[in-house]
């Protein structure tokens, strides 16, 4: 065999694309950096139709963890596909810098403003903590292989983002959708603060509940006995803000005698009540009364010297408790409006912390939570304490402080969703935006049609001020309201959100001053980011003001999908999007959420640095992102196995393509050998799917297209045969250079399928790629060289029963029989049709199965030792008798009648010293 060495075609043993990946990856961020690849793009694709994913803004706080890998993977994604698709797709990634997150940790460092630092101290420290944190969590993303204009990202602190966030406020008023109510809302005792729905999570929560009786006064019921209405309620500790008892009015009550005194009961729950209380032995009154014939009854509050009366609600239920409701328009959404309906007070004996106001008789200096077994045993002690049990329901938790909150009547800032019917227009816009997946639509429906108005204000100190100046008298806003948002909005753009707070109101409003106070309120955070469309896509002139797709996890439709949604309708009149796609949670293997607490964390960072990005972007792009999305390090090594296959077929390819120059080899599509030109049909066909997949951001179908490709038709078919033309026919043969012709269109198309999400992977294989004319592969587009409508039957049913053909002779090779499979000759007996479509490839049908011999035959002639696959088909195979070439390996029997090169079959003969051989098929 040496003596023929030269004459091999072998692939080069020091390749690119080597195992370590990791250390790989870090060399094309420098590239990419050094050359501004960003850049290039924008002005390569500069003048083509726009596509503007708008990035969802992370908060400054914390490593990123393997949710956000998740969000800006699938995000780069779309980008790098709509790119190849022919889009200018332009990525401005940003970050959500006020807020709690970042009060707290400064707090933390440097203690509460007042005590230890000022306000203004503590929002520069606050600043100041948000940029380290960006910069940290900006390495984290970019190490990811996400490409954007990192240089210039929208920051929701920049005075320029601060500015327009005031402007889309003035836009707001102007519009009619703020007002300002005492209202109960969310309120953290920990924040001392008001929170938005989104900032409130659900879990379970102790409580104590009772059942308490209010005395009937008057003579209504003309009974001997006294009459009470009795409540159930879970917040014992609202009790001394109680004003009324709601019943419903359709609702059926029956009155029931205990022994010393009458129970006024929904009738429904009635006996469920009675059971609860231990009370075997009652009489019930044969007069049954409906809710509304009950309204105006007065009843003595439980424990307080005062009457309250029974009014009639729609949001009493018989779910649980007695079917009435004890009403505290201070501490509760139903109870509120009920008592608008009646008049009633929102008197709130709860400050900021969570502690009664000293003058709360009973429980003043007390905290809530902790006077609830002070109030307990005060309706004990006056005898209005019917049951007293504890319970384990869902409750209201802070997002932030894992802490219970209350409803807790105070004076804010309202997003109004019926004034200037915000909430109609808001539902005309969420059926014109495509929601991916749909029951996406459903969902923010539901949201938006549930919620009450939206609290924006709270009582911190670094947010976006509520820059309005009320009346003191009137509380009317200032006449000049409008104008004086730009003023203040032309101040914060030199000096930020300080501006604000450090304003002498006489600056602006003269003598005015003196009657209007104000506001010390900041904006909730999710306005901050609801209004990116205004402050980056609006206010940017080379960006649509509305973009093409949001992308967020699924927790968003009450977070920035929603706030993005009403801020822009409220506003623009429309929504701020055409597409919104929503991406699962990460759980583990178990299904359970990835928590530090559990231990089933897997930082993304570890992950990148020990198998390397493209590993993860694999397993992202690879997963079904509509769901939960399980990972785990056995998931991950199971990608790394995948990877490894994708990598190892583009090695292959790249390395049998050693010495081709496209512009002198290149074979036309019409004079490649068939064989050739199949395979080049089925990729062109192949990458319409792909395409397709990608435009419709089914990601993991693009994976399964891909490596059902690498696995099947190339490694498990093509790429075995052409392995004998590229290793023993001469090097400028057509059967030689029509291979890598194939490969060439093979590998320009699939390194563009494989950029979005093996991107460093992708870059790698560019480099090496012959023909590759730009820089990188991401300032290319969709490979246009593949031809397609090359169908061929005797191809196509070579490789059906190459199949069976396989697992024969890999039970030859586990007993021992062959070696390889070009040890074997095979004899193949089919029916008509399979018969006359093999016909056509004559004598090479043995370069197709990869075996010394391959004859055929019609079914009718089947030899009596052959195995019958089927009706239709049958397979005979035996070890070859014939002595082995040392150059191609094959079995043939003219090897020796050629004393010039006694060991070299005919073929080979041929392509050492010949003209070359002549192949039509294979």
């Known amino acids: 065999m040496s003596d023929y060495k030269n004459t091999l075609n072998l692939p080069a043993t020091d390749f690119p694309m080597k195992a370590n990946l990791a250390n790989r990856e870090g060399g094309f961020l420098k590239e990419w950096h050094d050359q501004d690849l960003n850049q290039q793009i924008r002005n390569k694709f500069k003048g083509s139709p726009l596509f503007v994913l708008h990035d969802g803004p992370p908060y400054a706080n914390g490593d990123i963890h393997i949710g956000h890998a998740v969000n800006k993977v699938l995000k780069d994604v779309i980008v790098k596909s709509k790119t190849l698709s022919g889009f200018d797709s332009p990525y401005v990634p940003g970050w959500d810098c006020h807020g709690l997150p970042i009060e707290h940790m400064v707090e933390k460092k440097k203690g509460k403003v007042g005590h230890k630092i000022t306000a203004d101290e503590f929002r520069a420290a606050c600043r100041d903590y948000a940029d380290k944190q960006i910069e940290k969590q900006k390495v984290d993303f970019k190490r990811l292989g996400i490409i954007g204009d990192w240089d210039n990202p929208y920051l929701t602190k920049n005075f320029k983002y601060e500015a327009d966030i005031v402007r889309s406020l003035g836009k707001i008023v102007k519009n009619g959708h703020i007002t300002k109510g005492f209202k109960p809302v969310h309120w953290c005792t920990e924040c001392s603060s008001a929170l938005a729905e989104a900032e409130v999570d659900y879990k379970d929560k102790n409580s104590d509940t009772v059942d308490v009786a209010f005395k009937v006064k008057g003579d209504f019921f003309a009974q001997e006995k006294p009459v009470s209405l009795i409540i159930w309620t879970t917040t014992p500790w609202t009790l001394p803000a109680n004003e009324a008892v709601s019943l419903h009015p359709e609702f059926n009550y029956a009155l029931v005698d205990v022994g010393k005194s009458l129970f006024l009961l929904s009738e429904d729950l009635l006996e469920s009540s009675l059971e609860r209380y231990g009370i075997q032995k009652f009489k019930k009154l044969n007069k049954v009364y409906k809710g509304s014939e009950l309204e105006g009854i007065m009843l003595e509050h439980p424990f307080y010297d005062k009457e309250v009366p029974v009014i009639l609600g729609e949001h009493v239920t018989t779910d649980a408790g007695t079917g009435a409701v004890h009403t505290a328009p201070a501490h509760g959404q139903d109870d509120y409006i009920v008592g608008l309906k009646y008049n009633l007070p929102v008197d709130c004996p709860v400050d900021g912390r969570g502690v009664f106001i000293e003058s709360t008789e009973g429980v003043g200096g007390e905290y809530i939570f902790r006077a609830n077994s002070t109030i307990i045993g005060i309706l004990d002690e006056k005898g209005t304490l019917v049951k007293h049990e504890p319970i384990t329901h869902s409750y209201p938790h802070c997002w932030r402080h894992k802490t219970p909150v209350i409803f807790r009547a105070t004076p804010q800032w309202f997003v109004s969703m019926t004034q200037k019917n915000l909430r109609e227009r808001v539902n005309e816009e969420i059926p014109k935006v495509k929601w991916i997946p749909n029951w996406g639509q459903k969902r923010i429906e539901l949201m938006v049609g549930n919620r009450p108005d939206w609290c924006i204000s709270r009582q911190r100190y670094w947010g976006s001020p509520i820059t309005l100046f ?58 901050d980011s609801g209004v990116s469309h205004y402050a980056v896509l609006n206010a940017s002139e080379y960006l649509p003001d509305v973009a093409d797709m949001y992308l967020e996890g699924s927790d968003q439709h009450r977070g920035w999908f929603q706030s993005s949604l009403l801020t822009s309708c409220a506003i623009n009149d429309k929504a701020p999007y055409k597409q919104v796609l929503t991406h699962g949670f990460t759980v583990d293997q178990n299904g359970h959420k990835m928590s530090k607490s559990l231990g089933n964390v897997i930082p993304p960072q570890k992950v990148v640095n020990s198998l390397g990005a493209d590993i993860l972007r694999l397993w992202i792009g690879s997963t079904d992102y509509s769901g939960e999305m399980t990972v785990s390090d056995e998931i991950l090594n199971r990608s790394a196995d995948s990877y490894r296959r994708i990598r190892n077929t583009m090695r292959f390819m790249l390395a049998n393509m050693q010495g081709f120059d496209p512009d002198k080899d290149l074979v036309e599509n019409e004079e490649m050998i068939l064989l050739d030109r199949w395979i080049v049909s089925k990729t062109f066909d192949l990458q319409q799917n792909v395409i397709s997949e990608y435009d419709n951001y089914n990601f993991h179908f693009v994976m399964k297209l891909i490596l059902n490709f690498c696995t099947n038709d190339l490694g498990g078919f093509y790429l075995d045969i052409i392995k004998d033309r590229q290793y023993t026919t001469q090097t400028d043969s057509l059967a030689r250079r029509s291979a890598q012709s194939a490969l060439f269109h093979i590998s320009h198309a699939m390194v563009r399928w494989l950029s979005p999400i093996l991107s460093f992977t992708a870059e790698e294989i560019w480099q090496f790629l012959p023909g590759a004319s730009q820089k990188s592969v991401f300032l290319e587009t969709w490979y246009k060289g593949l031809k397609g409508n090359f169908d061929n039957m005797a191809i196509e049913t070579a490789r059906d029963i190459n199949t069976h053909l396989r697992k024969e002779l890999e039970e030859m090779r586990r007993n021992k029989d062959i070696g390889s499979s070009l040890d074997a000759e095979v004899d193949i007996y089919c029916d008509q049709k399979n018969y006359q479509a093999l016909l056509e490839l004559k004598n090479e049908l043995r370069f197709v199965f990869i075996t010394s011999e391959a004859n055929l035959h019609e079914l009718s002639n089947k030899s009596t030792d052959a195995k019958e696959i089927d009706s239709s088909l049958s397979i005979r195979v035996r070890k070859s008798v014939h002595q082995k070439c040392v150059r191609c390996w094959h079995h043939r029997p003219e090897i020796g009648e050629n004393k010039s090169h006694i060991d070299l079959c005919g073929r080979c003969i041929e392509n050492v010293s010949g003209e070359g051989e002549h192949r039509i098929f294979a």
């Open 470 to 527: 009320v009346n003191k008298n009137t509380g009317e806003l200032h006449p000049d309201t409008e104008s004086l948002f730009e003023v203040i909005a032309k101040k914060i753009e030199v000096e930020g959100i300080e501006a604000w707070f450090k304003l002498d109101a006489e600056e602006v409003l003269g003598s005015d001053a003196k009657d209007y106070e104000k506001t010390t309120d900041t904006l909730d955070v999710w306005f």
